[in-house]
């Protein structure tokens, strides 16, 4: 993933099933579970360092259990995974990975995945890993590691002048989601030259 993790954020969507995901998560030097997703955690034998979110999905009994580490913040400006990154940048956390945060609600999928963006823009180092691959949000021009024939997409977030190396198919500035998607490497690395923002998903095959 090419970053040393401070800490791992456990999402109440789909809980990790692939092994990458899931040894991030074993691996972590610190672990912050979104409400409800401490309950799944807790039942496969682990114990967060902390829990945060309103409390509207985490079990009564766990709530009990847990009061130490349980930081209830009702703000609803913000959703849980982003609560989760304020409490670490509190702490001086700036690299973050998450994991869980896809699946079960796709219009929660959407708005995690979007918040990478905004977390870029902080100044944080932030990777979401699903059971699919990783999604990497980034700004002008970038080098990517990787495997010959692996599949990337490229989403822009306002960039211009998108131009690739080491892909397969050409870029430009395209304007829909779907355009950058499907793209394929050629070699142990590919190259993204650009002014502004993008999100890249590497798939894991």
């Not at 993933?1 to 109440?12: C, D, F, P, Q, Y």
């Not at 114990?47 to 009994?61: F, K, R, T, V």
């Not at 977390?119 to 990497?136: A, H, N, P, S, W």
């Amino acid at each position: 993933m090419n970053m040393k993790t401070e800490a791992v954020i456990l999402g109440n969507g789909d809980y990790p099933s692939h092994p990458y995901p899931l040894g991030i998560l074993q691996q972590a030097p610190y672990v912050i579970c979104c409400d409800g997703a401490a309950d799944e955690y807790i039942r496969r034998g682990f114990i967060p360092d902390a829990i945060i979110g309103d409390g509207d999905s985490l079990s009564p009994e766990n709530r009990e259990r847990f009061t130490s580490i349980f930081h209830q913040i009702k703000d609803q400006e913000n959703n849980d995974q982003t609560k989760a990154i304020r409490f670490l940048q509190a702490q001086g956390k700036h690299c973050i990975a998450i994991v869980g945060a896809t699946g079960k609600r796709e219009d929660h999928t959407l708005g995690n995945i979007s918040l990478l963006m905004d977390y870029m823009e902080e100044g944080l180092q932030v990777r979401m890993i699903t059971d699919y691959g990783i999604f990497i949000p980034a700004c002008d021009t970038q080098v990517f590691a990787c495997r010959p024939g692996q599949q990337v997409s490229i989403f822009n977030f306002g960039a211009k002048n998108i131009q690739g190396e080491g892909l397969i198919y050409p870029l430009s500035d395209f304007n829909n989601w779907w355009q950058g998607t499907l793209n394929e490497t050629s070699g142990t690395e590919y190259r993204i030259r650009a002014t502004g923002k993008y999100l890249i998903f590497q798939n894991f095959q």
